[in-house]
């Protein structure tokens, strides 16, 4: 190496002088790279750079090599980050879109027209949510949601199913995998259901409270036309001094008149729930054939929506171990549960639910403009 004038040499006798040169360099590196035009100037900047034996870098690894020992520390570092500033350039070339590498190999038809954004518009079943939701809002309601992997406590043992219950056998369940060591409590599963937000949410503030809770369920059921492993509920819970089962039929049947129109009526029968008592399930007349008897309604004239019923004590029990104000002698309140769905199903004449996961546009299209009501 006895190139008397050598750009690639560096003054290596301080760190300051260390630094200048390989600040020099980099430049020198950003100015040839600036310069390169064809895959030729590629390649010859390469070999100026990198080349085996003529490469810049290569005679200057050589001089830091013979330099002084205690700059080789500094030197190194430098050196390598000029190194790899080199390799970044080298393949920004072909990255680039405009260099005449990647305008050659593509090939790009500047007087091609543009790629147009489309306009897009809400899932029928998050646009069902929301409306379901705004009703609730209207009546004074707020909105939470809470995790989809749940634990074994919040999604059956605080919602009073024991373990081994059979009531847990209604609702096939999809655990988290290796959960064997764990207390059962801590298990982690998907939630089968929007209901264990009821107690997140007690848990978090105490009475009075009224939410409305929409989000993802999951149960390992087989999808036929009207089931899917994965589906949406919109949960609701009202907790307060003297709320009482009149208030749970007047806000079920005001909020189904808001969804479905002034003309359905609401009736309420007899069901079971483990973490409400009473539990009802909620028919509406069918609005189909306004009650008349259908098809659609199996010519009973009504359509069973949602269950619902007053919060168990039990469950405030649960509740009190971290909010001790949930004193069922002093407080009451009702739940309601809704599969989305079903209800958008029937709002929009769907008989098909795997319609909705399809991602068939001739489908949503028909979603673009207000739906239709069927
Ligand atoms: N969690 C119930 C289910 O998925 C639905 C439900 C029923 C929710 C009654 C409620 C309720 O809050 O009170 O089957």
Redo the contacts with the bound molecule.
Sequence with gaps: MDHLVDEFCVDNFSEDALERSFARLEEMLRTEFARIKTDEDRERFRLRWVGRKTGGLTRLSAQLAGGRPELKRVSGKLFNTLKQRFQEHYHLWELNPFSPYALAREAIDITLPGTRTLLGAEHPIIRTMNEIVAVFQRMGYSVGIGPEVETDYYNFESLNFPPNHPARD??DTLVVANQERRPLRDRLLMR????PV?IRTMERQPPPVRIVIPGK?HRNDASDATHSPIFH?V???CVGENVTFSDLKGTLDHAMKEFFGAAVKTRFFPSF?P??EP?ADVQISCIFCGGKGCRKCKHSGWIEL????MVDPSVFGFVQQKQPDYDPRKISG????MGVERIAMMKYGVSDIGQFYSGDMRFFKQFGSGGRLA
């Design positions: 209604t609702q089968t259901h929007t209901s009821q369920v509920q949960e609701g819970l729930f973490f409400t539990s949602l269950g619902c019923g009702f739940a309601f549960g």
